[in-house]
């Protein structure tokens, strides 16, 4: 069977590559080509930020109100659930993402978000009208929200098709246009969404570039056409976006990685705990930047704890994403399950205890991808580089505290500030801990609580900006300030004018 093409899509239909060349996708789960995409450079970059370009200036799209751009969102939901079952397929065999939660989580996440931004763009103040002040004279002034232009869009891998969304909703809500540039692993749905959802659309106001990042992304960032670029993805990346962005003074949200830290403490029920942290930590098996990977746990519940995690752990289900009962599922290619596997092996020589896994699992039928059972790293501490560095995969380090100062010191003790929680059978004395924890989410009592309508993003180096919600659409907004004069006489304008010309 031929192996398809995923090519770019820009100004409202699929464009192959100009330079020709396109690079294999991989089926993480069995290390198949699954497609081929297109390897984009500079040249398709140009076309598709000239057609977004248009676009903006298309009277169609810049004068569409925002109530009908929320009638055109609110389209969208019937677009992706008529399209629902292709699209989980697409998303589990490049991702690696289990058939499971895409189905069930990740779709959640998608509908809800898009009548989120639907229902808040009917609503949002986009032009509000100051009260008359008589200083220096009586003006009118009126504060307007404008889209801020060309966007650039560029998600991670770990979760192709909700990343696509979370960018693409707000951008649009706000009347920008866009370039997304998928990840190279993960290309597979946002091509497949931009063809399902253009058609709502004007022409050239949602475009998608495929390529590699060092190639297609950086051209983004460098590009003066584009005004504003969302990132999702490594740290390390994330400060060089900044970097490049500064020579043209971009509008850059950037959403990078973490180290996500839980505090259990001794009065927390070790059962609730249990389930919650592991699922904490190894939803898309630990491939997920908002992951609790650190659990602080007071020294009284230590071992019981450690006991009921392995129990839990050791009873997961590794194995096919495609196959509904599957709970955990592959790294997204052999080299990032090897540095997992590394950092695990770090830890172990650095004086780490193994509760569980801690190795590579073969799965049949899936030889050729790299899967790695669930692990728990007990006696660990902040020095290590596996409780210091991300990991993004099936890893979780325990800690152990004496009090709640210890805990929350070493909660603060790192670099990241995405997410942290509190397990605890006091939830007034937790709301004072969360106040003390560096993170741009708290949860209390859980894990993931993502809500679409709740700013997300990262205190420290886990980003910059905030993602979803009221937060999430004003950062695809500029601000305007429209100064009417009333006063026609120029003699009368004796506090402005009065000071360079003298009236008789
Ligand atoms: P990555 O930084 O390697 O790549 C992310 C995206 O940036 C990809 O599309 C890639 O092609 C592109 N890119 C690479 N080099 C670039 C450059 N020089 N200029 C512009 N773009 C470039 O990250 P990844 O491996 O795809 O994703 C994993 C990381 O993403 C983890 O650190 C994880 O924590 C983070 N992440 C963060 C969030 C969040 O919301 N905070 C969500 C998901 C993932």
């Not at 209390?444 to 910059?464: A, C, E």
């Amino acid at each position: 069977m031929a192996i398809p093409r995923l090519d770019h899509f820009i100004d409202g239909a699929l464009v192959a590559p100009n330079g020709g060349e396109y690079m294999d996708v991989e089926n993480p789960a069995t290390g198949e080509v699954i497609a081929e995409v297109a390897c984009g450079t500079e040249y398709d970059l140009n076309l598709a930020v000239a057609a977004a370009q248009r676009a903006l200036d298309n009277p169609d799209w810049r004068d569409m109100t925002p109530t009908d751009r929320s009638v055109v969102l609110n389209q969208f939901v019937d677009v992706i659930q008529q399209n629902a079952q292709e699209l989980a397929y697409l998303e589990a065999i490049s991702s690696g993402g289990t058939l499971s939660r895409i189905s069930k989580l990740d779709f959640l996440l998608i509908i809800d978000s898009i009548m989120t931004m639907a229902d808040l763009v009917k609503t949002y103040p986009f032009t509000q009208s100051l009260p008359a002040r008589a200083v220096p004279e009586l003006t009118d002034v009126k504060v307007v929200k404008e889209p801020i232009g060309v966007c650039g869009l560029i998600p991670a891998w770990n979760l192709p098709m909700v990343l696509f969304m979370n960018k693409l909703l707000p951008a649009l809500a706000a009347g920008n246009t866009v370039v997304v540039k998928p990840s190279e692993l993960t290309p597979h749905t946002s091509v497949r969404l931009a063809q399902l959802l253009a058609p709502l659309l004007p022409p050239g106001v949602l475009n998608v570039v495929n390529g590699v990042g060092g190639v297609v992304g950086e051209a983004m960032t460098l590009h003066p056409g584009i005004s504003k670029i969302s990132f999702t993805g490594s740290t390390a990346v994330g400060k060089r976006i900044l970097v490049n962005a500064a020579a043209s003074l971009k509008r850059v949200t950037l959403e990078l990685g973490g180290k996500g830290a839980a505090i259990v403490t001794a009065d927390a029920d070790l059962n609730a705990v249990a389930h919650g942290a592991l699922y904490g930590v190894l939803l898309h098996s630990g491939q997920g930047c908002e992951s609790g990977t650190r659990l602080l746990v007071h020294e009284s519940i230590y071992e019981p704890l450690l006991e009921k995690l392995a129990h839990i752990a050791g009873g997961l289900q590794i194995g096919d994403p495609m196959n509904p009962d599957t709970q955990i599922g592959p790294m997204c290619h052999a080299a990032h399950g090897q540095k997992v596997l590394g950092y695990i092996h770090s830890a172990l020589e650095q004086g780490a205890r193994l509760v569980c896994g801690g190795e590579r699992v073969r799965v049949l039928g899936c030889e050729g991808g790299f899967f790695i059972a669930p692990t728990i790293l007990a006696d660990c501490n902040n020095q290590m580089s596996a409780v210091r560095e991300e990991i993004f995969g099936p890893v979780l380090a325990v800690i152990k505290y004496r009090d709640e100062a210890e805990a929350i010191a070493i909660a603060n003790d790192s670099d990241y500030g995405l997410s942290a929680g509190i397990w605890t059978g006091d939830v007034l004395a937790a709301q004072k801990i969360a106040r003390r924890l560096q993170a741009g989410s708290v949860w209390i009592n859980d894990w993931h609580m993502l809500r679409t309508d709740v700013p997300f993003g990262g205190y420290k180096q886990s980003g910059q900006g905030r993602e979803m919600g009221i937060a999430g659409l004003e950062s695809y907004l500029e601000t305007k300030a429209i100064t009417t004069a009333f006063q026609r006489d120029p003699a009368k304008k004796t506090l402005t004018y009065g000071i360079v010309h003298t009236f008789d």
